[in-house]
């Protein structure tokens, strides 16, 4: 997604969109989802484990009157108690915070390194592409050399020419 756009693109930009869109558009997705990589990974490594923990930690919430009334009836009825149920939804939390804070820190690391892969990727095609652009460039200057390069060579040339 391009948020503004440039007016001035270089000749190997222009040279690139016009002869090979396909690259062109593949080294922009590729920044671009370098850019989501960077971003997305940490979110959602962080929010899985949180929505996990906090759905068993609702579960348990929603069906703490139905839990007390069933352990009393059984061996636990010391144990299980409303205060102690209360005590494990904060210890869930707890502990899902925890590993969501570690799986951030994981997210963090794989998504610069997925996002450096994929830069990686964009500039190797870019590298490849402005090789041929620059062996174009060449071929272009060779056969259509400048007015003031021609003129020049023509006169060297005639200096030069042995006689027949």
């Not at 929603?62 to 205060?83: C, N, P, V, Y």
Request: proline fraction near 3%; charge should be positive.
């Amino acid at each position: 997604m391009v948020f503004s756009k440039k007016t001035f693109d270089s000749s190997f930009e222009s040279y690139l969109k016009r002869n090979f869109p396909e690259h062109a558009r593949r080294i922009l997705q590729a920044r671009a989802n370098a850019n989501l990589v960077r971003f997305f990974y940490p979110l959602l490594s962080f929010l899985i484990p949180i929505v996990f923990f906090a759905s068993i930690a609702l579960v348990i919430a929603l069906f703490k009157s139905k839990i007390i009334e069933e352990a009393q009836k059984g061996r636990l009825s010391e144990i299980i108690s409303a205060t102690s149920i209360q005590n494990i939804i904060a210890g869930i939390f707890a502990v899902g915070f925890v590993f969501a804070f570690i799986c951030f820190v994981f997210g963090l690391m794989l998504g610069y390194s997925k996002a450096r892969e994929l830069i990686f990727k964009s500039e190797e095609i870019e590298a490849k592409m402005r090789h041929i652009w620059l062996v174009d460039q060449n071929d272009h200057q060779i056969v259509n050399p400048h007015q003031n390069h021609s003129n020049h060579s023509k006169k060297h040339s005639l200096e030069h020419e042995p006689e027949a």
